[in-house]
């Protein structure tokens, strides 16, 4: 999909941006900033500019956060996954290892 230049408003200040995006992405995005900057303005009653910078800042830390349990649940994931797969008894190991041969169970120990 080629890029086209779409304009939102965030803070009532235009934004061009260029997007290929769909319409209903960027209505979300536009939403989303405006509700970000308006709830910070409730808190910082200052000028938009520092408005904009406590915004960033929100956003950045649920980003942030967001990719922190996103980490933590994949780590955690792969430790059960490795545990289950160790833990998992094959009855033909027993006799792989008896006939002197390696498997994968072996490998995986």
Known sequence: ME????????????????SDDSEEYLSALEQKA???????????????????ILSVLVLTDELLRTEQKFLEASTERKATENRSLHDRKNPAKDTVKDQGQIS???ILE
């Open 104 to 106: 994968v169970w072996d």
């Open 34 to 52: 405006n509700a970000v900057m308006k709830r910070t303005a409730e808190f910082s009653g200052s000028s938009s500019y520092t408005n904009a």
């Open 3 to 18: 890029k086209r230049k779409v304009t939102i408003l965030i803070d009532g200040q235009p934004c061009v941006l260029f």
